[in-house]
């Protein structure tokens, strides 16, 4: 452990948007935070300019043919350039990291969020699929470990903060806020041949594209329905999920006597990432502040479960437990991915995650070797639908 005031800090995919944000923290903030580790999927060229620019310990490139470009532009300098996904397992056990924020996207978060449990960090989750795939391994680690999960889901940060002072066994249910995405209020009839370039349109928050696909089909807030049991330890239906157009009350949580608390501001992902890295301190910043004025109605509704089924099918799999939310996890990512790559239509996505629902075998008791098993078969069986898919242009409305 870095025995400084200055907390070290490893970003597992610096080059995200989480990732680029939490940057912008660290450089606010100067005299707290240090870049110690930088790590990417396979966007070498930002790689290379964060790590030039903040100069960390280490950059690991987890495309392991970007490995050259990235070891080429960074000689000369102090940082050690390092690739493939076993070396980020490897790095975030560095007994010089205090705070380990886990913004890879999906299922690759899943063992380097372990090794670092392992290895005693503080964690700042952004990557919810962690806890999805395999909450019940994870917060038990946790436990173990005696290590302490801070989320940064703007949603689950909001529950967090609520939560500061009160006994979790007083929760009566928590209620998490959807923006309801670009399509809110669409039937299933307009939904039919949405684009791509339509879906990545967020109407509040700027995010990275998988998860902006997520938002538009209702999957991302399935999502943190299921990370929400395993942070907060509740059940399924103390869990409620209301539209709110706005994004301003960012979550709520009601109480046993009928009291509810709720956390407000203005859509920017920097307030819970600087929450996470801060805590249990709060900084001074200069972000934009909300003003009522500016805001005379917020609104409420219910999400339409019949048209956007995929936070039905989250329902489903945290209900059924087992490896069946990891098995909705992975159908997922490779719809996003059918989409985003114009193979699929928006509505095919929901198609994907059902038919895998109901074919990949069903553990009660899973394994972490159950899980990996479960996310390979789940992510074949997915992509041979997709193939088997009649061929068409679906990036035209």
Not at 33 to 53: E, R, W
């Amino acid at each position: 452990m870095n025995n400084n005031s200055l907390k070290n800090i490893a970003i597992l995919g610096s080059t995200g948007s989480i990732g680029t944000q939490a940057l912008e923290v660290i450089v606010e903030n100067p005299s707290l935070f240090n870049a110690y580790v930088l790590t990417a999927h396979s966007n070498a060229d930002l790689l290379i300019q964060q790590s030039l620019k903040f100069k960390p310990a280490y950059a690991v490139i987890c495309n392991e043919d970007k490995y050259t470009q990235v070891k080429k532009a960074l000689a000369g300098t102090a940082t050690k350039v390092l690739s493939g996904i076993k070396a980020i397992i490897d790095i975030v056990t560095d007994p010089q990291i205090d705070i380990v924020l886990t913004a890879m996207v999906g299922f690759a978060g899943l063992e380097p969020t372990i090794s670092a449990i392992k290895a005693g960090k503080t964690i700042a989750l952004a990557n919810k699929e962690t806890l999805v795939v395999a909450g019940g391994l994870i917060t038990n680690l946790a436990k173990q470990h005696n290590v302490k999960i801070l989320p940064v889901d703007s949603e689950h940060s909001a529950i967090y903060q609520c939560l500061i002072g009160e006994d979790y066994s007083s929760i009566e249910k928590i209620i998490l806020t959807a923006s309801g995405g670009p399509f809110r209020g669409k039937t299933v009839a307009q939904l039919a041949n949405v684009t791509r370039e339509h879906a990545l349109k967020h109407p509040n928050w700027i995010m990275g594209a998988k998860i902006t696909i997520d938002s538009a089909t209702l999957m991302n807030k399935g999502l943190e329905v299921i990370e929400a049991k395993w942070l907060f330890d509740l059940s399924a239906d103390q869990i409620q999920v209301i539209v709110h157009p706005q994004s301003i009350v960012h979550s709520l949580v009601q109480f046993e006597d009928g009291s509810i608390k709720a956390q407000m501001g203005l859509p920017d992902m920097k307030l819970p990432i600087q929450y996470a890295l801060t805590y249990p301190t709060r900084l001074k910043t200069n972000f934009k502040r909300f003003d009522f004025i500016d805001y005379p109605e917020l609104t409420f509704e219910k999400p339409d479960l019949m048209t956007f089924r995929n936070l039905g099918f989250a329902f489903e799999a945290l209900n059924r437990g087992g490896n069946m939310p990891c098995i909705v996890n992975a159908a997922n990512e490779i719809a996003v991915a059918g989409f985003l790559a114009n193979s699929l239509s928006f509505l095919a996505m929901s198609e994907i995650i059902e038919s895998c629902m109901r074919h990949i075998d069903f553990h009660t008791q899973p394994t972490l070797d159950d899980y990996l098993n479960t996310d390979k078969e789940t992510r074949i069986f997915a992509q041979n639908l997709i193939k088997q898919m009649p061929q068409k242009a679906y990036n035209v409305i």
